[in-house]
Structure formats: C-alpha cells, structure tokens
C-alpha cells in the first residue's frame, strides 16, 4: 500500500503508527508538538530515514521508550527528535494517548547531564527519564532547533 510512496513523505505520513492508531496522522498534524510513547527496542526493523522522517514532518518532538534500537535512535537524532529512555521501563503505564506532558530539564539533559523529568499534567505523575546521547547526537539536536520544538523552560 505504502511501496509506491516509497520517498513521497507528506503522503507516508499519513499512514504513521495507523495499523495502532488510525487517528495518530491526524491527531499529529493538528497538534504540530506531540510525542510518541513506546515499549522495548523502539525502531526495531525500522533503519529506514523514513521512519524518524515521517514523524518529524508531523511534528513529533520526541520519542519516550524503554528503549530504542542502535540505528533508528540514530535517524530520530538526525532528524531532530529527541530519544527520551524511560528510566523504569514499567511507567509506561503511565503514558496514554492524549496526555498532557511536559518536559522538564531538556536543555541541561541536551547539553550534557542527561536527566529529564516528564510531569505527566493529565495524571499529576513525574516519570524519571533519560536522554543517552553521544556528544554527536548533542550537537545535533543543538543545532536542528529540538529545543525550540518544544515550548520554553525546560
């Protein structure tokens, strides 16, 4: 269904994440700001630029998951989203489709120490979090505008 697309990305992005959730390309195109909630390996099979570009274009800013797989890590970087490591893999259970979340120390994580907080505003929940990122990844992100993707303050 998707093969002809192949690079044709504002087409593909409408297919994002949609054998899940039908109205994710929707929802991500209205909101321009949003995140994505994963489990383990994040990105596995997915070493394609396609998969951290099609999210991008729909504004997502960043990626929270247990964990994430060694390439695709590396693409959402490229494409200025930032891999945000859940610290207990088990508060995912804490993140749902509509949260309100913000993100709390991505300037200092970004720029060296590499601890985050995300205040989950819709359950009054802090989860701890983490960006792993090597000083390459850093400056990436610095330099792609990923601070300015997400509103001021953190």
């Not at 039908?22 to 994505?36: D, E, N, T, Y």
């Not at 099609?54 to 494409?79: D, E, K, M, T």
């Not at 891999?83 to 060296?112: H, K, M, N």
């Amino acid at each position: 269904k998707v093969l002809p697309l192949r690079s044709n990305i504002p087409a593909l992005s409408g297919y994002a994440f949609s054998r899940l959730d039908p109205s994710f390309p929707a929802r991500a195109r209205k909101s321009r700001r949003g995140f994505v909630a994963a489990g383990d390996n994040y990105g596995q099979g997915s070493s394609r630029e396609h998969a951290a570009l099609v999210p991008r274009y729909l504004g997502v800013a960043a990626v929270i998951a247990a964990s994430f797989a060694r390439i695709h890590q590396a693409n959402l970087v490229n494409f200025g989203i930032a891999p945000i490591v859940l610290t207990r893999a088990s508060d995912l259970r804490f993140l749902r489709r509509g949260d309100r979340l913000v993100i709390s120390g991505l300037r200092a994580a970004v720029r060296g120490d590499g601890k985050l907080s995300i205040h989950n505003l819709s359950t009054r929940r802090r989860i701890p979090t983490a960006l792993s990122l090597t000083d390459r990844a850093r400056r990436i992100l610095l330099a792609g505008g990923l601070l300015n993707l997400i509103k001021k303050g953190g």
